[in-house]
């Protein structure tokens, strides 16, 4: 610990500081402000008995940390590795029928709902997907047709790009798109 923190730490004086300053002990701000101000009036000599007793504790923590042994639990956690490099001819996965209803109305969406094209993506994705909520099953179909379609076109070109690639493209994360 700094001298300071000593200081202030010892005998209550974060309490005593507190009632000087008419503070109930809960605005630690306005504590901290006083108590920076009270420390900072204090001469070199008043403030020397603290600075011994912080060199001291410097010197406890280093002996201390020499034979100090980190628990398993302790311990950060390991990173994942980094991803390898996407193959470029890998085939792209295939749309969702969302993502079809999208394409279909966002032109429309960016003029009429967002008022022009400087929209945000974001605000024009809410007001795509509050239309796509009232989209009712009759509506969706069509999408939904498409979005089928396009998956067993992403199957079959995966087929074939895993039987021309050897089936390793060292890109381990078809489980975690396929589950968005």
């Not at 022009?116 to 099953?137: F, L, N, P, Q």
């Not at 999408?143 to 074939?160: H, N, S």
Request: proline residues 2%; positive net charge.
């Amino acid at each position: 610990m700094s001298a300071y923190f000593i200081w202030l730490n010892e005998a209550g004086r974060k309490d005593i500081i507190a009632k000087q300053f008419g503070g109930s002990g809960k605005d630690v701000a306005a504590i901290a402000k006083a108590a920076g101000v009270a420390w900072g009036a204090m001469s070199d000599a008043d403030k020397k008995q603290w600075n011994e007793k912080a060199e001291k504790d410097k010197i406890r923590h280093a002996n201390e940390m020499k034979t100090y042994v980190p628990s398993e639990s302790s311990e950060p956690k390991k990173k994942k590795g980094k991803k390898g490099k996407k193959d470029p001819n890998k085939p792209k996965r295939g749309l969702s029928a969302y993502f079809f209803f999208g394409k279909d109305v966002r032109a429309d969406v960016i003029k009429n709902e967002c008022k022009g094209d400087g929209s945000k993506v974001t605000e024009v994705m809410k007001a795509i997907g509050v239309r796509w909520g009232k989209v009712d099953a009759k509506g969706r179909e069509k999408y939904e047709k498409l979005a089928e379609a396009d998956k067993e076109r992403y199957a079959k070109e995966m087929a074939e790009y895993k039987k021309n690639s050897g089936g390793d493209d060292g890109d381990d994360d078809d489980d975690e798109e396929d589950e968005e």
